[in-house]
């Protein structure tokens, strides 16, 4: 079994024995003035198809590893913050990067069990996966949830925007975000994100799938080749980011049974709607809460839950607002608002659509995820965040 397989499982370890979330950050030296972590490694290294029989032996592991920490707790419950596992490493844990960095860097080597999270502290010192988390809706959330307390991890295809976005985010001298970078659309990049995120900070606990592409058209008009990617980034990358990520948490599980991670796809108003000349993106938003119902009887085995948000517009946005690609240009330019001479008169018409009279925001989206998150006993769902512009019947 190698470190990326066994990462998460010793969190998951900590965190069942301390009560809730840590970063544990490791080291491929083996310190000799650590206690050691002893355990008989079974052969279940990092599997390219994710079978049951992998996950039986993972599941054994984790078992031994929970006695082993029970062993190593002191009477007043504090856990060894430092370990190494022969053939492994060294791994240092922390309730956030700053505290496990400091273990790693010889501070304080004992953790002590952690105060039960309160309702407004359903993410404080949760891990959390944004894609798509450069700009626009996935800024806001990302943003949001480093305010909520969890670490973030901004991912993006664009690399540069992602390093700079979450250099923004630490700007108060704390780390609480990082940065990496990946195609949602192919297969080995979301692997070598969801390997970079273990290794980094030990595991992960909420997934945001928010990375999506749009592209108007009339279906007699729309090329094959922008239907296919937006379909592409909008319907098949989510398959493959829960393939990639879901491992990582259900590895955490087998050693934390009492704790559940979530995945939250950011879907549409589109996905619970038709939307006019605009076939490719609400097909593939339909399509997402399909795969969002079906991940979720799969998944929750395992304490994952799995739901969508369905916002409103982002009018703010670029995907809205860019003045050469957003949507209101692509809406002027297509036809699809009878009568519109200007982008002015296009976003006019799409407020109007709203009861609430605005687009969607970053805080409507967030206060919708925390809410999957704290709602213990809720899966499958697809929340509609629309200032009443769609009412579930």
């Known amino acids: 079994m190698d470190k990326i397989t066994m990462t998460p499982i010793i969190r998951g370890a900590y965190m069942e024995a301390l009560g809730g979330p840590v970063v544990l950050l490791s080291d491929v030296e083996e310190r000799s003035e650590l206690p050691e972590l002893k355990i008989d490694l079974k052969g279940a290294d990092n599997p390219e198809t ?57 501070g304080t080597r004992r953790l002590s069990p952690l105060p039960s999270a309160g309702r407004g502290d359903v993410a404080k010192g949760r891990i959390a996966l944004v894609t798509g988390g450069a700009q626009g809706f996935g800024a806001e959330i990302a943003r949001g949830l480093v305010g909520a307390g969890a670490f973030v991890i901004v991912a993006d295809i664009n690399a540069d925007g992602a390093r700079v976005f979450a250099d923004m985010l630490n700007a108060g001298g704390v780390k609480r975000a990082s940065a990496v970078a990946v195609d949602v659309s192919n297969e080995e990049s979301v692997k ?158 799409y407020e109007n659509k709203v009861p609430m009279g605005r687009g969607c925001e970053g805080p409507d989206v967030l206060k919708a995820i925390l809410y999957c998150v704290d709602q213990a006993y809720e899966t499958g769902q697809a929340v509609p965040v629309t200032g009443g512009q769609v009412m579930l019947k």
């Open 50 to 106: 994710y079978t049951a029989a992998v996950r039986a032996v993972e599941a054994e592991t984790a078992r031994i590893i929970r006695e082993t920490f029970a062993a190593l707790k002191a009477d007043d419950g504090s856990l060894p913050a430092a370990l190494r596992v022969p053939g492994i490493g060294s791994f240092f844990a922390g309730t956030d990067w700053a505290e496990a960095d400091s273990v790693r860097q010889g």
């Open 192 to 349: 070598a994100m969801a390997d970079a995120i273990v290794a980094e900070v030990g595991g992960l606990d909420l997934l945001v799938s928010n990375a999506g592409v749009l592209r108007a058209g009339s279906v007699l008009e729309l090329t094959a080749k922008d239907f296919e990617l937006v379909t592409r980034i909008n319907y098949s990358a989510f398959f493959l980011v829960v393939k990639q990520i879901s491992p990582v948490m259900i590895r955490q599980r087998a050693a934390a049974p009492s704790w559940t991670s979530d995945i939250v796809q950011i879907n549409s108003k589109s996905g619970l709607e038709g939307s006019n000349k605009n076939a490719a993106y609400a097909g593939g938003k339909f399509g997402g809460i399909g795969l969002v119902q079906s991940f979720a009887m799969e998944l929750i085995e395992y304490g994952i839950k799995v739901n969508a948000i369905c916002p409103g517009n982002f009018f703010d946005g670029p995907l809205w607002s860019d003045p050469d690609r957003g949507l209101f240009v692509q809406y002027l330019n297509t036809g699809k608002v009878p009568g519109a001479e200007s982008v002015a008169d296009v976003k006019r018409y």
